[in-house]
């Protein structure tokens, strides 16, 4: 099966339990959003408006509007959509909608949500094109991205599962008892780099390597870690299985407070 060939991942959450999990989605929430008020240089995100894509059940949606800003969440996942909206409609404007036909006019967004979303869709240059015209200039487009290289995949947690081609990576599936077709799709890290060309992007992954308590990244972050001098962690990048991105519409850069390290913008 090639990728223009696959089809959407409808009702994901009903196959990614992990997707139900309140108490880690929450964490990788507060996470996000700390990223994203040192980018912008806020203390809170009142004021803002904010969309999540790819929101499934809502959490981070929720943790969005909780912060303060007036929140959208989008998914073509309505089994997830409806626990969303049981629960955080609310606070939170839970739409059905395509990441590559966000129901929104141009330049209507301060904040957007892209967090391991890229790897699941059909047509992921459509989905970051969206997602561009829908964010205002100066807006910024928090992203968590997996990259082709990871040594452990983290939805079938099979050791260098996204290196294969896909029908080495199908018959890997098939022989761990973990289903019969490998869906996700990732990028290279210079593959990365064009899929989001169009914004100023800045890489935040050495300063949560480096200050986890402060990033809220210390459930994933092994202690010793933040004890590196930043040479050593700048080594380490290769092999981190997620890169944490900040990327502006337009030119823009981190309007925070200074770092123990800083993010470097992506080249």
């Not at 967090?115 to 807006?139: D, F, K, Q, T």
């Not at 169009?198 to 809220?216: H, I, Q």
Request: hydrophobic residues 45%; charged residues 25%; glycine residues 8%.
């Amino acid at each position: 099966m090639i990728m223009s060939e696959r089809e959407e991942q409808l009702a994901y959450s009903e196959q990614m339990a992990t997707m139900l999990d309140e108490g880690k989605r929450r964490q990788k929430a507060r996470k996000l959003i700390a990223v994203i008020r040192h980018g912008l240089g806020v203390e809170d995100l009142s004021g803002l408006r904010a969309l999540d894509v790819g929101c499934s059940a809502g959490f981070i949606a929720d943790e969005l509007a909780l912060a303060g800003a007036a929140t959208h969440g989008v998914d073509i996942d309505e089994p997830g959509l409806a626990k969303a909206r049981q629960r955080f409609g609310d606070r939170v404007d839970f739409q059905v909608a395509r990441g590559e036909d966000l129901p929104f006019a141009d330049d209507s967004m301060d904040v957007v949500v892209l967090n391991h979303i890229y790897e699941h869709v059909v047509n992921p240059e459509a989905v970051v094109a969206a997602i561009h015209r829908v964010l205002r200039p100066g807006g910024v487009l928090y992203l968590g991205v997996g990259h082709k290289w990871q040594v452990l995949e983290p939805h079938h947690r099979l050791p260098l599962l996204s290196w294969l081609p896909q029908r080495l990576a199908d018959r890997y599936l098939r022989l761990a008892g973990k289903g019969d077709h490998y869906y996700e799709h990732y990028y290279t890290p210079a593959g990365l780099r064009r899929l989001f060309a169009a914004y100023d992007v800045w890489d935040y992954t050495l300063p949560v390597l480096a200050d986890p308590v402060a990033f809220a990244g210390d459930d994933i972050v092994p202690a010793w870690v933040s004890r590196l001098p930043e040479r050593a962690l700048a080594a380490l990048l290769p092999a981190v299985p997620t890169y944490v991105w900040l990327a502006f519409k337009g030119t823009g850069a981190p309007e925070g407070p200074d770092l123990a390290v800083a993010p470097r913008r992506v080249r």
